[in-house]
């Protein structure tokens, strides 16, 4: 015997396929801090207006302890996620620097 089934039918089922196999979150820590990694944003305040450069991220890294740089060009979306060792540096469409802090 053949059973046919209808879109309708297969939609509705989908999210019960999803619910069985979905899992438990992972962890129902705080999220962490900005002093819980190697970036430190003492210090950064003094690279806001200057031009975004090589050689200025390579400053702000040393300066911040950072172990990675994302620079945050004008009008662009960013991810949200928080990380440590990261430092993030903003910058205008003159390329002036608008911010820096980690995370």
Same mark, same amino acid.
């Given at each position: 015997?053949?059973?046919?089934? #209808?879109?309708?039918? &297969? ?8 619910? /069985? #196999? &979905?899992?438990?979150? /992972? ?7 900005? *002093? /819980? %990694?190697?970036? /430190? ?7 806001? %207006?200057?031009?975004? #450069? ?7 890294? &040393? ?8 620079? %945050? ?5 960013? #991810?949200?996620?928080?990380?440590? *060792? ?6 205008? *469409? ?8 980690? %995370?």
């Amino acid at each position: 015997m053949f059973i046919r089934t #209808t879109p309708l039918l &297969a939609f509705l089922l989908l999210p019960a396929c999803a619910a /069985a #196999t &979905a899992e438990p979150p /992972a962890s129902s820590a705080p999220p962490p801090t900005a *002093d /819980a %990694g190697p970036c /430190a944003n003492e210090g950064l305040d003094a690279f806001i %207006g200057q031009k975004a #450069t090589a050689g200025t991220g390579a400053q702000l890294l &040393a300066r911040s302890g950072a172990r990675t740089l994302r620079w %945050g060009p004008p009008r662009s979306p960013m #991810t949200m996620d928080f990380r440590p *060792d990261r430092l993030t540096v903003s910058y205008d *469409d003159d390329m002036v620097i608008t911010s820096a802090r980690c %995370g």
